[in-house]
C-alpha cells in the first residue's frame, strides 16, 4: 500500500493488530507500513518542558598588571 503522508499512514497503522509504522520509500517517494522493527529508530516522544541545563560558573577575569606578574 501506498500513502502520500505519514499522517495518513498512520490512520491505517492504526487498525492493525501488531505494531507496524510507516517509512518513506527511497525509490518511490511514497509511505508504506513496515513491522520490521530491526535497526529502526523509534523517536522519543517530545518532551513538554526542555531539562534545565546547568550553567558553569566562569572563574572572574582578572587582568594582569606588572603587579601581579613574576619577574
Given at each position: 500500500?501506498?500513502f502520500?503522508d505519514?499522517p495518513?499512514a498512520?490512520?491505517v497503522?492504526?487498525?492493525?493488530?501488531f505494531?507496524?509504522?510507516?517509512?518513506?520509500?527511497?525509490?518511490?517517494?511514497a509511505?508504506?507500513?513496515?513491522?520490521r522493527?530491526?535497526?529502526?529508530?523509534i523517536?522519543?516522544?517530545?518532551?513538554?518542558d526542555?531539562?534545565?541545563?546547568?550553567?558553569?560558573?566562569?572563574?572572574?577575569f582578572?587582568?594582569?598588571?606588572s603587579?601581579?606578574?613574576?619577574?
Open positions: 500500500m501506498r502520500v505519514a495518513a498512520l490512520v497503522a492504526e487498525r492493525y493488530k505494531v507496524v509504522r510507516p517509512y518513506q520509500c527511497d525509490r518511490c517517494g509511505f508504506h507500513l513496515t513491522g522493527r530491526k535497526g529502526k529508530r523517536p522519543r516522544p517530545a518532551r513538554k526542555p531539562p534545565a541545563m546547568p550553567v558553569a560558573k566562569a572563574a572572574p582578572r587582568q594582569r598588571t603587579e601581579t606578574m613574576e619577574p
